[in-house]
C-alpha cells in the first residue's frame, strides 16, 4: 500500500543553517504531497504541498520539489531560525483523496 | 475563518469513564478526520467522514469508540469506558473536496487516570 517515510530525528541546528528533512514515499498513480508543521502544543499546520511531478511548493522559506524518479518530497530551507523549532511531517494523498498517509514526524531545534 | 474547532481542549478523566470530544468542522468542507497521537504510535487516523458519511473506520481501536456526524457542521468521537492507555492528544481535521489538504483543529489533551 501507499506509504511515506521521513527522516528520524531529532535534528539539532544553530541559527541560520541549511535544514534538509528526507521524504520518500511509496505510492500508485500519482499522489499529492504535503509537509505539515507542528509547533509546540498546536495542531498541525500545511506548510506547502505540491500535486504533480516536478512542482515545488514553497512557503515562509521552506520549499520542496516534487521527484517522481526518485519518490522523493524532501524539506530544504536556506537558513533556518529558532521560530523553525517544531516537528515537521511529511504526508501523501491518494489520487482519489481518499487516502491520506503521515510520516512519523522530525523534530527540529534550532539553537540561537 | 474559525478554523476547525474541538472541544474541550483539555480533558482529564478517571478510568472507565465516558469521554465524549467535539469538533466544529471549517464550515463548507465535506470530509472531516479523527486522528490520534502520541510518543509511541505517533499521528494515527482513527476515522473519516464523508459528507457526513463513515467512509473508513479501520483505525479505530477497538468497540469502546465510537464516532458521529449527525450534520456537516458537528462531530463527536466518544470513549466508552475510557482507560489510560486512551491517554493521547485527539486532534480533528477538516477538507474541501476539490482539494486534498486537511485543516486541523487545535487538539484535545485526553488523560486517563
Known amino acids: 500500500g501507499d506509504s511515506v517515510t521521513q527522516m528520524e530525528g531529532p535534528v539539532t541546528l544553530s541559527e541560520e543553517a541549511f535544514l534538509t528533512i528526507n521524504c520518500t514515499y511509496t505510492?500508485?498513480?500519482?499522489?499529492?504531497l504535503f509537509w505539515y508543521v507542528q509547533y509546540p502544543g498546536e495542531g498541525l499546520q500545511l506548510l506547502l504541498k505540491?500535486?504533480?511531478?516536478?512542482d515545488k511548493g514553497s512557503n515562509k522559506g521552506f520549499e520542496a520539489t516534487y521527484r517522481k524518479e526518485t519518490t522523493s518530497f524532501h524539506l530544504e530551507k536556506g537558513s533556518v531560525q529558532v521560530s523553525d523549532s517544531a516537528v515537521y511531517f511529511c504526508a501523501l494523498s491518494d489520487l482519489g483523496g481518499n487516502q491520506f498517509y503521515f510520516g512519523t514526524g522530525t523534530s527540529l531545534t534550532v539553537i540561537p | 475563518d474559525a478554523g476547525v474547532i474541538q472541544s474541550p481542549r483539555h480533558e482529564v478523566t478517571e478510568m472507565g469513564q465516558e469521554v465524549t470530544l467535539r469538533c466544529k468542522p471549517i464550515?463548507?468542507?465535506?470530509?472531516l478526520f479523527w486522528y490520534r497521537q502520541t510518543m509511541m504510535r505517533g499521528l494515527e487516523l482513527l476515522i473519516y467522514f464523508n459528507n457526513n458519511v463513515p467512509i473508513d473506520d479501520s483505525g479505530m481501536p477497538e468497540d469502546r469508540f465510537s464516532a458521529k456526524m449527525p450534520n456537516a457542521s458537528f462531530s463527536t468521537l466518544k470513549i466508552q469506558p475510557s482507560e489510560p492507555r486512551d491517554s493521547a492528544v485527539y486532534f480533528c481535521?477538516?477538507?474541501?473536496?476539490?482539494?486534498?489538504?486537511?485543516?486541523f483543529g487545535p487538539g484535545t489533551r485526553l488523560t486517563v487516570t
Open positions: 464550515s463548507g468542507h465535506n470530509s
Open positions: 505540491a500535486t504533480k511531478a516536478d
Open positions: 505510492a500508485t498513480g500519482y499522489p499529492s
Open positions: 481535521a477538516s477538507r474541501t473536496g476539490n482539494t486534498y489538504e486537511q485543516y
